[in-house]
Every structure is written in C-alpha cells, then in structure tokens.
C-alpha cells in the first residue's frame, strides 16, 4: 500500500502525541524522585533512603516468591488444560471450557470475602498459598482460554505428521507444539506475572497480620508514613515497579509478537 508524504507525516504526528501521554508520567515520577527536597537527597541516595526506610528488598522478595509459584503453576496448567481443549475432543469438553470463561467474568471483589473464611477454616491464612492459590486459579482461566486458542490455530498437518512417525500426544505437546509456541508462551507469562506483581486485594485479605505483605502493599504503607516527602514516594513507586519494566523490555520482542497472532488468530 502506498502512503503518501502527507499522511506518513501525520501518522508520525499522531504517534509521537500518544507517546508523549504515555512517557509523560514516567518522566514526573523519576524527576520528582531525583530532584533534590527538604525530604529528600535527591538523586541516587533517594532511592537508597526509600529502600532502607520502606524495607523495600523484604517485600520486593516477597512478591517475586509469590510470583515465581503463581507464574510458573498457572503456566503449566494452562498449556495442559490449553492442549487438551484445543485439540482433543472428549465429552463435556464444551462445559469444562464454559467454567473457565466464567472464571474470566467473576471479579476478585465478589469471591475475596467467601475465599478467606475458606482459607482460614484449611488453616493457610497468612501462608503462601493463601496469596498464591487464589491467583493462580484466576491466571489459569485466562491461560487456559488465551493457550487454545493457540493450540486451535497449530498447523494441523504438523500434528498429524507426528502422531504417524509415532509421537505421542505429551511428545507433540513439548517437543514440537510448546517450542513453536514460544511468543504466545512468552505472552501468557508476562501476563500473567504482571497481573501477579500489581494484585494488591487479595495479598492485602488473605495476609491480615502481614507475613506475607507484598510490594504494592507496601508501597501503600511506606505513603502512609510519608505523606509529605513525594521524592521518596516516587523513589518507592519506581523502585516497585522496576521488576515489571526489566521483565518486559526482556521480553518485548516476544511479546508483541505473541500478541499480534492472537489478534489474527481465533
């Protein structure tokens, strides 16, 4: 298709205004965190005094533990449950797919209250599973719908012609469909580790006595005992948020690739 110079230069036009939205409050907050106040330093040694202050490296531990078990369960699960309605037919498969749409559609507001007293009568209030089950329940049904239609969209032919050479059904899984797979993989576990990352809710209820306080929830803390010093705030918000943004500029590549086939895909 060919684009003629005006429009080219309003596509550009129109792309740097989005830009500029978006990278607008990212430069406020490290120029708020790096500019010298009566509260704070400024420049690096606001960051040091929000870590030491805010016991930033605890929670921050925290939260990539319970990341690490919530990531790496869901996306197990999901490829299986995803492989399995995706290219088997079995009886009651249509129900099994219903339940895990419905999943998608309750919010953790509507379940958070009944799942606690739950948790609390199994004795895992204030544990890791407490934080972790409910979030990995919550992943799966997202994985599961995102990994079929994955799995649906797989070259036909590529399956077949395994199973005839005698592939199994677990061999054409992780030796051919999951590694031919990787920027929808790739896709799910960014998902899924930011969804895990920013929960505030559920590690907020299912923690009462702080044991398993999280680094969002302590960033809510550290504001609350410093209303006035907004250097070290914005030094505690970049702080949180450094993990997500070095994951997806990892991962970038992948990701935009795996989210433009599901776009096109089913």
């Keep these: 298709m060919i684009v003629s110079r005006p429009e080219r ?5 129109v792309l740097l205004v989005f830009a500029a939205f978006a ?6 907050i490290l120029t708020t965190a790096l500019a010298p106040s009566t509260t704070s330093p ?3 040694a606001t960051f040091a005094s929000a870590w030491t202050q805010g016991r930033f490296g605890h929670y921050l531990s925290v939260s990539a533990l319970v990341a690490v078990v919530v990531v790496t369960t869901a996306t197990l ?7 399995a309605l995706g ?4 009886r009651g498969s249509g129900i099994v797919f219903s339940l895990f749409l419905l999943g998608l559609m309750i919010p953790t507001e509507a379940i958070v209250v009944p799942l606690f007293y739950d948790l609390r009568g199994l004795g895992l209030t204030n544990t890791l599973w407490a934080v972790a089950f409910p979030q990995i329940a919550q992943s799966i049904a ?3 719908y995102w990994m079929r239609a994955y799995f649906r969209a ?5 399956i077949e012609a395994a199973t005839l050479d005698g592939a199994s059904p677990r061999r054409v899984l992780w030796s051919i469909l999951v590694p031919i797979g ?3 993989v790739t896709t799910l576990v960014l998902l899924t580790f930011m969804w895990t990352w920013n929960e505030f809710l559920i590690p907020l209820v299912m923690s009462p006595n702080g044991a398993f306080r999280t680094a969002p929830l302590a960033l809510a803390l550290f504001k609350g005992q410093h209303v006035e010093a907004t250097g070290l705030l914005a030094a505690g918000a970049v702080l949180v948020a450094l993990p997500v943004v070095v994951l997806y500029l990892f991962l970038q590549r992948h990701f935009i690739r795996g989210m433009i086939e599901g776009a096109v895909r089913e």
Excluded: E, K
Excluded at 23 to 28: F, N
Excluded at 77 to 83: D, K, Q
Excluded at 87 to 90: A, D, G, K, S, V
């Design 9 to 13: 230069v309003m596509n550009y036009v």
């Design 23 to 28: 990278l607008a409050p990212i430069l406020v």
């Design 42 to 44: 400024g420049g690096l």
């Design 77 to 83: 699960c999901s490829i299986l449950a995803g492989y």
């Design 87 to 90: 290219t088997m037919t079995f």
């Design 142 to 144: 997202f994985g599961a």
């Design 154 to 158: 797989a070259p036909r032919a590529l």
């Design 182 to 184: 990787r920027p929808a």
